[in-house]
């Protein structure tokens, strides 16, 4: 119990510390024009209350990750906390403010147009597909999902086939219209249900009197995986997700001003971590250990996890209720991801978003693969979105470091950060059975050879330019 006390408390000091430091380290000034007020449009660039913006952004980004993500990453012991903590505090926080600001100096641009700015064209032309890609993957398994856990709640009556239709239909309507029709409107309510849902399962850990374990190093996984870097693949939205620096630049298209990103941005992310913790704590706890939730995990995906806990520590209204929370998620991110997509593209053809027609030429051949794709098993799927999620999050952080370190600002809370995640990213895809499948006496130190290289080439590359410009201004 202390370990997850005190882990709460970091998190939370985290926000109110380190999150005012990097507020200040960006340069956020409340008197810099917003495009929420100039280029307001009535459709994707629309002022709203913060409060409203960052419960927004935080069901944007809280969809299944910080929920299924912790519960498989509990498989490992409670050394999931510290990198839920520290990644949480110092990657993932990050990453996403800075994907809201930069969008917001850069008039509500998507996360290609950030990138191609900061780190080339090449990158430009790659993230343009690789987020569009991510996108599709999110809202697919953001579909099946909820889909599966509403079908165990209509045994015998609706399929997951035909929830799948049911999302599908929900998701056209609010990738299409106004955001502040549907999501601005129906979001603050699902955020106060997210809120409850998870403030009630930590609540039934400690009144019933289950045991959260105490904090270890060692590896608790029963199947014996490595921790390094498969936990920090699969503990995705908990701790860091490139998934968020695709919905950060809708929020930026809708804030008043930029001393309120600290709270939207940075703010909707420490809670996010706060969620992926309990549900981390949760499964340990409720299951006697990590080998007891091996096996139900063994047995059926994530879903039955939620299903089993919710029931057993609310009973059945209460865990019903708590069910219904946990659906929300994913429904309230797999919309955006869509909305996105939609955005992103409409982007690279220059299509003008505000013609209701146009919207629909872009969404209906996006929702035509994501069903198709809803298709495949979960497991599969998850997997590529859980590497494609943290190597977006590595390039939106090398994005971020240069725009620091160009503008002479303190470029190391972005590049640390995207150093180690780089490191992640490369070591699992030479690792993993879906990438190159290599040994980790091959993998490990590619991956750490590759981020050195990385991390010398920014210098050396940013430096080079810092000194041709101070050259050019002595002149």
């Given at each position: 119990m202390?370990?997850?006390?005190l ?12 999150g ?5 380290v ?25 409060k409203?913006?960052?419960l927004?952004?935080l069901?944007?980004i809280?969809?299944l990750?910080?929920?299924?993500g912790a ?16 990644g949480?505090?110092f ?13 917001m100096r850069?008039?509500g ?11 080339g064209s090449?990158?430009?032309k790659?993230v ?13 398994v ?18 997951k086939n035909?929830w ?9 309507v ?31 850990i ?6 959260i ?11 014996g995986?490595?921790i390094?870097?498969l936990?920090f ?7 860091i997700s ?10 930026a298209?809708c804030t008043?001003?930029?001393?309120l990103g600290?709270?939207i941005?940075y ?21 006697n250990g990590?080998?007891?939730l ?18 057993g ?15 929300v ?16 593209i ?9 013609e209701?027609?146009n ?5 209906i ?31 939106m ?17 972005a590049t ?16 993993a ?6 040994d ?26 810092a000194?041709?410009?101070a ?5």
């Amino acid at each position: 119990m202390i370990t997850f006390i005190l882990a709460v408390v970091v998190l939370i000091v985290g926000y109110i510390i380190y999150g005012a430091f990097v507020d200040r380290v960006f340069g956020a000034d409340e008197n810099n024009p917003t495009p929420a007020c100039t280029m307001n449009d009535g459709v994707d660039y629309v002022p709203m209350d913060w409060k409203k913006n960052f419960l927004i952004q935080l069901l944007n980004i809280a969809g299944l990750g910080p929920i299924f993500g912790a519960i498989a990453g509990a498989l490992w012991g409670p050394v999931a906390f510290i990198w839920i903590v520290i990644g949480g505090i110092f990657a993932g926080a990050v990453h996403d403010y800075l994907a809201g600001m930069l969008s917001m100096r850069n008039n509500g641009a998507s996360v290609p147009t950030i990138v191609g700015k900061y780190l080339g064209s090449g990158m430009k032309k790659f993230v343009n597909f690789f987020s569009v890609l991510l996108l599709i993957l999110v809202g697919t398994v953001f579909m099946t999902g909820p889909a599966g856990l509403l079908e165990s709640l209509t045994p015998g009556f609706l399929t997951k086939n035909v929830w799948l239709g049911i999302i599908l239909v929900y998701y056209i309507v609010a990738t299409i219209v106004p955001i502040d029709k549907v999501i601005g409107r129906v979001y603050p309510v699902f955020g106060g249900l997210l809120i409850l849902m998870a403030v009630g399962i930590i609540g039934g850990i400690f009144v019933k009197g289950y045991s959260i374990p105490e904090l270890t190093l060692s590896n608790m996984h029963p199947g014996g995986l490595p921790i390094w870097p498969l936990m920090f693949i699969t503990i995705a939205c908990g701790a860091i997700s490139g998934f968020h620096c695709t919905q950060s630049p809708m929020m930026a298209r809708c804030t008043k001003n930029e001393k309120l990103g600290r709270r939207i941005f940075y703010g909707a992310m420490i809670v996010e971590s706060l969620i992926a913790l309990i549900w981390a704590a949760a499964a340990m706890a409720f299951f006697n250990g990590t080998e007891g939730l091996y096996q139900v995990l063994q047995n059926g995906n994530p879903a039955l996890v939620v299903h089993k806990v919710s029931i057993g520590l609310l009973g059945a209204v209460g865990g019903t209720l708590a069910v219904l929370g946990v659906i929300v998620l994913p429904i309230t991110s797999g919309d955006t991801s869509f909305r996105s997509a939609r955005l992103t593209i409409a982007e690279v053809f220059n299509s003008s978003q505000k013609e209701f027609t146009n919207r629909l030429k872009i969404a209906i051949p996006l929702f035509t693969v994501g069903f198709i794709l809803s298709q495949m098993d979960f497991s599969i799927l998850w997997r590529y979105f859980s590497w494609s999620n943290q190597t977006l999050a590595m390039i939106m952080l090398w994005a971020g470091a240069v725009y620091l370190r160009n503008n002479a600002r303190l470029h190391w809370v972005a590049t640390v950060p995207a150093t180690f995640m780089t490191a992640v990213s490369i070591t699992y895809i030479f690792q993993a059975p879906e990438g190159f499948g290599l040994d980790t006496a091959i993998s490990y130190p590619v991956g750490i050879v590759a981020a050195i290289i990385t991390l010398g080439y920014f210098l050396f590359k940013t430096g080079s330019k810092a000194k041709v410009e101070a050259k050019m201004q002595e002149m």
